[in-house]
């Protein structure tokens, strides 16, 4: 009888993708089956995130949930790794809290966690491994993917930038990047098997490998080399390091996507300022200019903050400005969270909670308004769509155009895996809806 596992992630794409790796993991070991609910799984491996406190109250929520049931079955195993565990003295506190864990394990040594399933089956006591230390770089063996027909590929892991407001240097470590070999080798090996759009991951992309003697716009062009149509994105990007070089090279190649995630944080200069961003407010505004001006229809997604500790009304409005300058497609916006160890958490002037809500009730108005604009402008239109699923409640297939939008439309024959034309006739928000508008669509009317 086959063993079966549940996976519950929070967090980034990094996340997502370590999770698949934890799934390859396990069905390595035996656990060849993934159960719907973490309550008839054999095993539950929690991936957990702690950029904000409300993504660890989540996951503390969800792992003391498995209290009655781990009494109930005793066999089965939990797991907790990913960020949250990294932090000082987390696993410790996580132990403490919640002496039914069997195995923590942290963000250094992921790779390792089948070894660690083995020596917990030797052993009844509870196994904390989590390294000080991060490790040096491994070359990936990704047995398992769950994201067909879009697939992510790491290029580089942790971080030197240390934002003031974030802990991701502290459980993520210094900055490693994979050999620009592995990497083409990889994206090759996936585009041989029928993926269709690749995503390039790193907490900051633009600092890619100059121990390599590569620099990021070189890898990208280094990848697209002799390739045929594919979809190449890639995120996060650090404003402070996104330069003409690379504006160029999202010019030149046909196979990156035009739309860009580069998060501003603030449009306040003093804001930027404690946030260690290394940029201003007119600096991020320029790079868009530039960007715009030789990607022609280019579009810009970002994130946002409010709240930040000493923000006051009048640099929240600066943010509410820049954001209207930017123009930008969408945003991902939050609100300050404090996190143990990082300066900002320990800075005087720290925001009362209704003011920050109130913030950002305001800044998400301004950016829905503007994401409804842009989609009110793919009326009547006809884009190009990589299928990515089938939605049986619907009866729709769907999925993403190159800006990101997710496209819903009938069809007659399967097509995920494949690019269809999609005419669109209505747009709801940041999704649209429409018929095929190609071929196929033709012969299924």
Same mark, same amino acid.
């Given at each position: 009888?086959?063993?079966?596992?549940?996976?519950?992630?929070?967090?980034?794409?990094?996340?997502?993708?370590?999770?698949?790796?934890?799934?390859?993991?396990?069905?390595?070991?035996?656990?060849?089956?993934?159960?719907?609910?973490?309550?008839?799984?054999?095993?539950?491996?929690?991936?957990?995130?702690?950029?904000?406190?409300?993504?660890?109250?989540?996951?503390?929520?969800?792992?003391? +949930?498995? @209290? %009655?049931?781990?009494? &109930?079955? =005793?066999?089965?195993?939990? #797991? $907790?790794?990913?960020?949250?565990?990294?932090?000082?003295?987390?696993?410790?506190?996580?132990?403490?809290?919640?002496?039914?864990?069997?195995?923590?394990?942290?963000?250094?040594?992921?790779?390792?966690?089948?070894?660690?399933?083995?020596?917990?089956? +030797?052993? @009844? %006591?509870?196994?904390? &491994?989590? =390294?000080?230390?991060?490790? #040096? $770089?491994?070359?990936?063996?990704?047995?398992?993917?769950?994201?067909?027909?879009?697939?992510?590929?790491?290029?580089?892991?942790?971080?030197?930038?240390?934002?003031?407001?974030?802990?991701?240097?502290?459980?993520?470590?210094?900055?490693?990047?994979?050999?620009?070999?592995?990497?083409?080798?990889?994206?090759?090996?996936?585009?041989?098997?029928?993926?269709?759009?690749?995503?390039?991951?790193?907490?900051?992309?633009?600092?890619?490998?100059?121990?390599?003697?590569?620099?990021?716009?070189?890898?990208?062009?280094?990848?697209?080399?002799?390739?045929?149509?594919?979809?190449?994105?890639?995120?996060?990007?650090?404003?402070?390091?996104?330069?003409?070089?690379?504006?160029?090279?999202?010019?030149?190649?046909?196979?990156?996507?035009?739309?860009?995630?580069?998060?501003?944080?603030?449009?306040?200069?003093?804001?930027?300022?404690?946030?260690?961003?290394?940029?201003?407010?007119?600096?991020?505004?320029?790079?868009?200019?530039?960007?715009?001006?030789?990607?022609?229809?280019?579009?810009?997604?970002?994130?946002?903050?409010?709240?930040?500790?000493?923000?006051?009304?009048?640099?929240?409005?600066?943010?509410?400005?820049?954001?209207?300058?930017?123009?930008?497609?969408?945003?991902?916006?939050?609100?300050?969270?404090?996190?143990?160890?990082?300066?900002?958490?320990?800075?005087?002037?720290?925001?009362?909670?209704?003011?920050?809500?109130?913030?950002?009730?305001?800044?998400?108005?301004?950016?829905?308004?503007?994401?409804?604009?842009?989609?009110?402008?793919?009326?009547?239109?006809?884009?190009?769509?990589?299928?990515?699923?089938?939605?049986?409640?619907?009866?729709?297939?769907?999925?993403?155009?190159?800006?990101?939008?997710?496209?819903?439309?009938?069809?007659?024959?399967?097509?995920?895996?494949?690019?269809?034309?999609?005419?669109?006739?209505?747009?709801?928000?940041?999704?649209?809806?429409?018929?095929?508008?190609?071929?196929?669509?033709?012969?299924?009317?």
């Amino acid at each position: 009888m086959s063993k079966r596992y549940h996976i519950v992630t929070y967090g980034c794409q990094m996340n997502v993708h370590e999770s698949e790796k934890l799934a390859g993991i396990l069905r390595a070991h035996g656990y060849t089956e993934e159960s719907a609910s973490p309550e008839e799984a054999d095993i539950v491996v929690f991936n957990t995130c702690c950029i904000r406190e409300n993504a660890e109250n989540h996951a503390m929520g969800n792992i003391g +949930a498995l @209290k %009655k049931v781990k009494r &109930a079955r =005793p066999a089965m195993l939990i #797991a $907790v790794g990913g960020c949250m565990t990294q932090q000082e003295g987390a696993a410790q506190r996580l132990r403490k809290k919640f002496p039914f864990i069997d195995i923590v394990f942290g963000t250094h040594n992921l790779e390792e966690f089948g070894d660690l399933l083995a020596r917990k089956a +030797a052993q @009844k %006591k509870a196994l904390v &491994a989590v =390294p000080e230390r991060e490790s #040096a $770089v491994r070359e990936e063996d990704i047995s398992y993917r769950t994201s067909y027909p879009n697939a992510w590929v790491n290029i580089m892991y942790g971080c030197n930038n240390f934002c003031s407001y974030c802990i991701v240097p502290y459980v993520r470590g210094r900055e490693r990047s994979r050999s620009p070999e592995a990497i083409v080798r990889e994206v090759r090996g996936l585009l041989a098997e029928g993926y269709r759009e690749i995503t390039l991951l790193g907490q900051n992309v633009n600092s890619y490998a100059p121990e390599c003697g590569m620099r990021f716009p070189q890898l990208l062009r280094k990848i697209c080399e002799g390739q045929g149509k594919f979809r190449l994105r890639f995120m996060t990007s650090n404003p402070k390091d996104f330069g003409e070089e690379l504006i160029d090279t999202v010019a030149e190649l046909p196979q990156v996507c035009k739309l860009i995630h580069l998060p501003v944080q603030a449009g306040s200069d003093r804001i930027l300022k404690l946030m260690n961003r290394k940029y201003t407010a007119e600096e991020y505004l320029k790079k868009l200019e530039s960007l715009r001006k030789k990607v022609p229809g280019c579009e810009v997604t970002s994130d946002i903050m409010v709240g930040f500790p000493t923000e006051t009304e009048e640099e929240f409005e600066q943010t509410l400005s820049l954001v209207k300058r930017a123009d930008l497609a969408a945003a991902f916006t939050f609100v300050y969270s404090p996190r143990s160890g990082t300066k900002a958490a320990a800075m005087s002037g720290q925001i009362p909670e209704e003011v920050k809500k109130e913030r950002i009730m305001r800044l998400v108005e301004l950016v829905n308004a503007q994401t409804r604009e842009k989609s009110a402008k793919y009326l009547g239109k006809t884009v190009e769509i990589l299928c990515e699923d089938h939605d049986e409640k619907r009866g729709l297939y769907l999925g993403r155009d190159e800006y990101g939008r997710m496209g819903y439309f009938p069809s007659g024959d399967n097509c995920i895996g494949q690019f269809v034309q999609m005419k669109v006739t209505d747009a709801s928000g940041i999704s649209l809806y429409g018929e095929r508008a190609d071929a196929a669509g033709e012969e299924h009317k």
